[in-house]
Structures are given as structure tokens and as C-alpha cells.
């Protein structure tokens, strides 16, 4: 971390802490805090979204808490939705608008090191910060290692899994390796273990436990335990990896029991975007890679009992943006003030005390391209060419859900009466789409685009950034 950026960061966490801990002292002990966060989970992969998938697991978490139909991720890919998550500021914003690999270009392409992060936040409180599962926000790079973004335990493969890269199959326990060449289908069963035992051991302080799942990114690789359990073929594998994904969460939600901590834990369970090419966002259009409401609405699941009331369900507009500020409420921290955050509190809306969406519009990135704009039920493409594309969008490549790659007029969807996109009616609501088309400008003014820096744009370092090479 360079010095100038440490001193910086180090100051305002000083007069965060200074506050927080005063505020502290005059209530009672603040929740327990895991997010399960998912890898390319879709909206239509889970029983409570629909899917013939007996997800038995999540589904109670739904049934006794707060299930989302309109959660939206600032990115439909994982490095850029990650870091928008743990910063609560869009991708452009916050200067990691691109998903990393493991290659030459991105060697010192990280989330930056002087960017808040819920995790350090939550520092300032008192919370004890534990991190298993999948980083991808710079883990070699100085700065932006777990350790070096507010957790005070890691564990994991810091990556997308391949045996095919150098360090693509290695897992690591803070900076230091563990065992190389793992076989993926260890990891879930690993990771699981680590969070159960973390919980099961007596804590004298708040926790945030942050689980970052490799499932359901590829490779489709089930444990031998629940491979073939739900029939044969590559569309069974994948079920099999879900019905994984879902027996861990239910270990996760025992343990809390089990430790006489469930009143005093909030489980939030989301996905970083939405399916590659096997799994369902039904009845959305698009997945990942594309900014129809496949790549970014997402499975969003909130489990307090005594807080959070049990069957709720809400069509009111969240984002994954919206947790740094949820959990800073919850924590008594006064989230930055020197800089936007793009997230709201959602407090009020998970315990029933609200019915409505605490954000006027949404902006959909893909990469560095600003692709469309909401406001209410109103959402507007933007035309754009493939040249405007990050690499991942470049070509379908037999992928039936990279769609709308490329057009030259704009569409304009009512998501409320159509959330398949299919109908534009453009045309209808002229008045509607101009004001979007406003509210994009905007967009760009700030954020930025392709050709266009914005005023509150930090730079992210690349070269070509839209190529992978």
C-alpha cells in the first residue's frame, strides 16, 4: 500500500473509530453479520425464484426473512460486481470496472487500496472480519490483498479455479499457501467447514463473515457427495452444484442455531450476476455478460429472525450496493461522507417499516460502456456496437443468453408489465425516454463511458481496457 494512500485511509478510519465507538457505547451489542454471496447463481436457479431445484436451504431462509425480486448487481461479471459490493459505489466510480485475470496486464490492477470497504468499516465498530471463498479484486497486488481491505482472517482460492494457470488452484490462508493444486471438489466442503467452526468458537466480539462461494462459476465440478443427485447429463451437474451450494448454507444457518446466535445474526444471501451459460434467469432476459435484467437482477435474500419479519416479499428496487450501508447502520458506523456512495440503507424496508425502493434510478454498466438506464418501472437501452463492448461481450459464442449485443435505435421497457424485455415501447412513451435519455447524460458526466471521463471517475490503470490481452 503506498504510504500516501496508507496515511489517508489510516486518518479517516481514526476519526470514523473515534466516533463510532463513542456512539457504541450507549447500545446494545451489534448483530452478527454473514453474507453468502453466490458466483453466477441466476434469479430463476432457486425454488423460491421458481427453479424445480428442491433449494430446501435457502428457501427457509426466504420463508422466515425478506426475499427481494428486484435485486440488482452494479456488474454482470464478478470482479467489478465484487468490488461495487464491498465499496458500495459503482464499478466506475470506484475503479474497478473490469474483471481481472491472471495475466501480465492485470498485474498491478486491483481494487484500491484508499477505497473504503465494508470490512473496515466495520473495524471501527469492534467486528472481528473473517473472509472464505473467492476475492478476485487484486490478491498479489499491493493494497488490495483481503488482509490489506479490513479482514482479519483469509481463506481461499483468490480466483476463478483452473488447474490449467499457475496459482488458479492454490489455496491460501491469509498470505501464505495451504495446499496447492487442491481439487475443486474439496473446495465447497473446505470453505464450509472453516465458516462452521469460526462460528461454533466463542466470540467476544461482533463478526462479519464474508462467504464467497466459487458455485456456480465454472468449472461444474459437484463434490463426489452430490454428484448424480439429480439425474445425469451437464444440465444435472449443474442442479447437483446447486443443491451443494444450498446443503452449505444450510450448515451455515445450523451452526448460527446451534450457537444460540441466530437473534442476533442477519444472513444475507446474493449472487454476484447472473448465469453464464447453464443456469436460468427465467423469467428474465440475457445473463451474464449483457445488461438485461438476467446479468444483473438477482437472487437477494435477508434471514433476522426477530428483526426481519418472516414472508416477506418485496418487488421494491435494492441493490448489492445497498449492503455497505445496511451494515453500517446496523453497526452504529457513520459511512464516509468523503465520497459518493452509491448504496442506500435498506433497514426500513427489510423490517417492514417501508414499501419503497430508496433509489430513483439505476445505471447499468457493462465494463466502461454505459448500457441503460432506470427509473421506477422504466428501463432504457442505449444503443451501442460491439466496438463499444468489454471483451466478454464481444460475441454470443454459442451462448443463447448474450443478447442485444449490438442496435442503433433505443428500446425502452416497462419492467413492471414486461420483466422479459421483450415489448419495447419506445414509440408509446417518447416523454419517458427523453428523460432517461437526461438522466444518462448525467450518468456519463459523472461515471464516465467509453470515450468520456467522468467527474467522479477514479482511473483504473488500464491499458485497452475493453481487451482481455
Not at 37 to 64: H, N, W
Not at 236 to 259: M, N, P, Q, T, W
Not at 308 to 336: E, K, Q, T
Request: net charge negative.
Amino acid at each position: 500500500m503506498k504510504s500516501k494512500a496508507l496515511t489517508i485511509v489510516i486518518g479517516l478510519l481514526v476519526t470514523i473509530a473515534a466516533v463510532n465507538r463513542a456512539d457504541a457505547d450507549n447500545l446494545p451489542g451489534h448483530p452478527n453479520i454473514i453474507l453468502i454471496f453466490a458466483d453466477d447463481v441466476g434469479y430463476g436457479d432457486l425454488g423460491c425464484y421458481g427453479s424445480q431445484v428442491k433449494t430446501t436451504e435457502i428457501d427457509l431462509l426466504a420463508r422466515d426473512g425478506f426475499r427481494s425480486t428486484d435485486c440488482q448487481v452494479a456488474a454482470n461479471v464478478c470482479g467489478p460486481s465484487r468490488a461495487a459490493l464491498m465499496t458500495g459505489r459503482y464499478p466506475m466510480r470506484c475503479g474497478h470496472p473490469i474483471s481481472r485475470h491472471n495475466t501480465p496486464k492485470y498485474e498491478r490492477y486491483g481494487i484500491a487500496p484508499d477505497e473504503l470497504t465494508i470490512a473496515e468499516l466495520l473495524k471501527t465498530a469492534g467486528y472481528y472480519n473473517k473472509m472464505v471463498g473467492k476475492w478476485h479484486l487484486g490478491f498479489h497486488v499491493d493494497g488490495s490483498h483481503p488482509l490489506d481491505a479490513g479482514f482479519d482472517e483469509y481463506l481461499g482460492l483468490h480466483s476463478n479455479y483452473t488447474d490449467r494457470l499457475e496459482d488458479a488452484d492454490t489455496l491460501y490462508r491469509d498470505h501464505d499457501v495451504q495446499e496447492t493444486e487442491i481439487e475443486f471438489e474439496k473446495v465447497t466442503s473446505l470453505y464450509t467447514d472453516e465458516v462452521v467452526e469460526f462460528i461454533q468458537k466463542p466470540q467476544d466480539k461482533p463478526f462479519f463473515i464474508y462467504f464467497a462461494h466459487h458455485i456456480a462459476h465454472a468449472p461444474i465440478l459437484p463434490s463426489p457427495a452430490f454428484r448424480g443427485a439429480s439425474g445425469k447429463g451437464r444440465a444435472s451437474a449443474y442442479r447437483d452444484f446447486i443443491l451443494e451450494l444450498d446443503h452449505s448454507v444450510g450448515r451455515v444457518r445450523e451452526a448460527v442455531e446451534k450457537a444460540g446466535l441466530a437473534n442476533n445474526t442477519l444472513i444475507v444471501f446474493m449472487s454476484d450476476n447472473g448465469p453464464a451459460v447453464n443456469g436460468s434467469a427465467k423469467p428474465l432476459s440475457g445473463g451474464k455478460y449483457v445488461t438485461m435484467e438476467g446479468g444483473h437482477r438477482v437472487p437477494g435474500i435477508f434471514h433476522w429472525p426477530g428483526r426481519i419479519p418472516a414472508g416477506r416479499v418485496s418487488d421494491a428496487m435494492i441493490s448489492s450496493m445497498d449492503l455497505l450501508p445496511l451494515f453500517c447502520d446496523l453497526a452504529n458506523v457513520s459511512p464516509p461522507n468523503d465520497r459518493t456512495i452509491d448504496g442506500k440503507n435498506i433497514i426500513d424496508l427489510l423490517t417492514g417499516q417501508s414499501d419503497q425502493s430508496p433509489h430513483e434510478t439505476f445505471y447499468y454498466y457493462n465494463g466502461l460502456n454505459l448500457q441503460a438506464v432506470r427509473k421506477g418501472k422504466w428501463k432504457l437501452h442505449l444503443p451501442r456496437s460491439l466496438e463499444d463492448q468489454p471483451y466478454w461481450a464481444r460475441k454470443s459464442g454459442g451462448n443463447p443468453k448474450k443478447i442485444n449485443l449490438s442496435f442503433k435505435k433505443p428500446m425502452l421497457f416497462n419492467l413492471d408489465a414486461d420483466v422479459g424485455e421483450k415489448t419495447n415501447v419506445y414509440s408509446l412513451h417518447p416523454e419517458i425516454a427523453s428523460e432517461l435519455i437526461k438522466q444518462a447524460a448525467h450518468a456519463r458526466n459523472e461515471l464516465g463511458d467509453v470515450d468520456t471521463t467522468g467527474s467522479d471517475q477514479r482511473p483504473h490503470g488500464l491499458i485497452n481496457p475493453s481487451e482481455k490481452g
